[in-house]
């Protein structure tokens, strides 16, 4: 606490993180800004009685972290509004009650997106064989029911490019909904159970298609635990270093592609040159968006925002599409990938919108025809 009373106390009012925060350009509330953020944080945690739009303006933040890639003082602004929702859920005051009716169905089903176990599965082209393998590709809740294609993308580029992992017939959630409503101490359980499962299956490496769960066991694991004793890689930086000393590998193809940073990737993980240069392998022609690499736009899904305020998290992705230079967008994020199929349907937006492990599996398979 100590910690983020200093993160808030270094706002020097500048307000240069209003520009950059798709919540407050959105609304035009001030109260929806990452500086009025720190100060509804700081009022919690002395004690003080908060407003039901106070706790909205801290739920409906995406934890994007564009406002931490331009605040001059490096405040880590994601890390606060973490803290604020916690000691909302200490006060009885959160999670919301769509995110407890969320949290609920992923204690009960074993994901967050609401999917029948039974059915988690569907996406495989082949029948399950159980095998023991150091290396997990954990799918994620997302493209095990919703982006199916990312599922079976990524599991066919890694058998194909020959690298050695096991799936798991029940796989269950990483649990990041349950850390990122507030509940640390419930997802301090869920957490501890999963690292005695892998552990059990002498799991050591971990390859992940989706943002959430990079998130999750790379950060929020080792900050709830203490620890986390598995190396955890997404895969678009597993399938760029296995095709980068052989790119002829793909077959390039006559198409032009725009590629879509994620925001955790391009602003955290600083991966942005690494999925340009892979779809230039695969791709006569790829294309930025105007703003890109750690000044990407946010597609409105992350933070739980999509599942609680969906509206505002619809306009988030409108925008992003409408600003899109092409037709083909390439994403290396389910939760974008989602995101903006979704939006492109609702609002009749002219757009297509493809995980990365499909171009490039298509790239790969073009080869070899």
């Known amino acids: ?33 990452p500086k009025q953020r720190l100060q509804t944080v700081e009022q919690i945690l002395e004690g003080q009685s908060v407003s039901d739009p106070m706790i909205e303006s801290l739920y409906n933040c995406t934890k994007c972290m564009a406002c931490e890639s331009v605040c001059p003082a490096e405040i ?14 200490e006060r009885g005051l959160a999670p919301l009650p769509r995110g407890k009716q ?21 996406w495989l082209p082949e029948p399950f064989a159980p095998s023991t393998s150091e290396t997990l590709l954990f799918l994620g809740c997302l493209p095990s029911y919703l982006v199916k294609d990312a ?49 059990s299956l002498g799991i050591q490496n971990m390859i992940v298609p989706c943002n959430g769960c990079l998130k999750c066991f790379k950060y929020f694991y080792p900050e709830v635990l203490g620890d986390f004793p598995i190396k955890v890689s997404h895969l678009l930086e597993v399938v760029y270093t296995a095709l980068k000393e052989n790119p002829s590998l793909l077959n390039q193809e006559d198409r032009p592609l725009v590629y879509q940073d994620a ?27 105007q703003q890109n690499r750690e000044q990407t736009p946010c597609c409105g899904a992350g933070g739980g925002v999509r599942s609680l305020y969906g509206d505002l998290s619809g306009e988030m992705s409108a925008r992003l599409l409408d600003a899109a230079p092409g037709q083909t967008l390439v994403s290396p994020c389910p939760f974008c990938t989602f995101q903006l199929r979704r939006t492109a349907i609702d609002k009749k937006i002219d757009k297509e919108i493809k995980y990365i492990s499909s171009i490039v599996l298509d790239a790969l398979n073009g080869n070899r025809k």
């Open 1 to 33: 606490m100590e910690t983020i009373l200093k993160q808030i106390a270094a706002c020097a009012g500048c307000e240069a993180c209003l520009k950059s925060c798709p919540t407050y350009s959105i609304t035009g509330e001030r109260l929806f800004t």
């Open 76 to 89: 880590k602004v994601s890390s606060v509004v973490n803290m604020g929702r916690q000691k909302l859920v």
């Open 102 to 122: 969320i949290i609920e169905g992923l204690l009960k089903t074993g994901n967050a997106v609401g999917g029948r176990p039974e059915k988690r599965l569907s």
């Open 151 to 199: 599922a079976s993308a990524s599991y066919l580029l890694l058998k194909r490019m020959g690298i050695d992992f096991m799936i798991l017939e029940e796989e269950g959630c990483c649990g990041t909904y349950i850390y990122e409503a507030g509940q640390v101490d419930l997802a301090r359980e869920y957490f501890k159970k999963n690292v005695e499962r892998f552990k």
């Open 263 to 289: 925001c955790r990737l391009a602003r955290v993980e600083g991966l942005t040159e690494e999925p340009r240069e892979l779809l230039s392998w695969c791709a006569t022609e790829v294309k930025d968006m």
